[in-house]
Nanobody, 120 residues
Framework: QVQLVESGGGLVQAGGSLRLSCAAS????????MGWYRQVLGKQRELVASITSGGSTNLADSVKGRFTISRGNTKNTVNLQMNSLEPKDTGVYYCNAVADAGYLYGKDYWGKGTLVTVSS
């Protein structure tokens, strides 16, 4: 099993910055990918950014040039630096990990989510 704990959400004015962090713990063998998804009321959860165990990153077109995803100082943490925030970035941000744990391979694990609100 993998437990994901997020931190860093909050309220910020448009043009400001926030940094989200996610730490993974539990009895897993390997984490293949960690990332962040965003969900707004009435819409599906969408990928914001992800990073593989090898360091390859993938960012949604809407955040390219503004957001950066990186591995944290410890192996199983991931950070999302969000700059030049816009009201459309508002939503609940969920940390995601794709991991092998026990007899489960490539399973998705989710954090509880952290709210990001960008005011205009």
């Amino acid at each position: 099993q993998v437990q994901l704990v997020e931190s860093g959400g909050g309220l910020v004015q448009a043009g400001g910055s926030l940094r989200l962090s996610c730490a993974a713990s539990g009895s897993f063998t390997v984490i293949h990918v960690m990332g962040w998804y965003r969900q707004v009321l009435g819409k599906q959860r969408e990928l914001v950014a992800s990073i593989t165990s090898g360091g390859s990153t993938n960012l949604a077109d809407s955040v390219k040039g503004r957001f950066t995803i990186s591995r944290g100082n410890t192996k199983n943490t991931v950070n999302l630096q969000m700059n030049s925030l816009e009201p459309k970035d508002t939503g609940v941000y969920y940390c995601n990990a794709v991991a092998d744990a026990g007899y489960l391979y490539g399973k998705d694990y989710w954090g509880k989510g952290t709210l990001v609100t960008v005011s205009s």
